[in-house]
C-alpha cells in the first residue's frame, strides 16, 4: 500500500485547510485510515481514525470539535478538515493504512511521506 499525504500549506491561526490521502496499491487487509501528525522534537500523536466500512470515527481530545475525518470509497480517499487552526497544530501531518486487531486496537502498517502544516500567529 502506498501513501500520500497532500493538502498541507501555510496558514494564518484561525484558518483552515483540507489534507487529502489516496491509498493506493494492494490494500487487502486494509479497514481503517489514520491521521497522525509529529511536531519537532515531540512524539508522533494521533489525530484521527476512520473506517473503510460503516465510516465510524473517533478522534483524539485535542482535535474534537475542530477536525473532521471522511472518506470517499468511490475515489478511496480519506481527507482531515482542519478548521479554527492554532499555531500549536504546527507540525507534519501522516496518513496511516491499516486494521483493527481487536480489544479496541489498531495496527497501522502503512506510513505515507507527511504534509507540512504550518500556523502562523
Known amino acids: 500500500v502506498q501513501l500520500q499525504a497532500s493538502g498541507g500549506g501555510l496558514v494564518q491561526a484561525g484558518g483552515s485547510l483540507r489534507l487529502s490521502c489516496a491509498p493506493s496499491?494492494?490494500?487487502?487487509?486494509?479497514?481503517?485510515m489514520g491521521w497522525f501528525r509529529q511536531a519537532p522534537g515531540k512524539e508522533r500523536e494521533f489525530l484521527a481514525r476512520?473506517?473503510?466500512?460503516?465510516?465510524?470515527?473517533n478522534y483524539a481530545d485535542s482535535v474534537k470539535g475542530r477536525f473532521t475525518i471522511s472518506r470517499d470509497n468511490a475515489k478511496n480517499a480519506v481527507y482531515l478538515q482542519m478548521n479554527s487552526l492554532k499555531p500549536e497544530d504546527t507540525a507534519n501531518y501522516y496518513c496511516?493504512?491499516?486494521?483493527?486487531?481487536?480489544?479496541?486496537?489498531?495496527?497501522?502498517?502503512?506510513w505515507g511521506q507527511g504534509t507540512q502544516v504550518t500556523v502562523s500567529s
Open positions: 496499491g494492494r490494500t487487502f487487509g486494509v479497514n481503517v
Open positions: 476512520i473506517m473503510w466500512s460503516g465510516g465510524s470515527t
Open positions: 496511516a493504512a491499516g486494521r483493527f486487531i481487536g480489544a479496541g486496537r489498531y495496527q497501522y502498517d502503512y
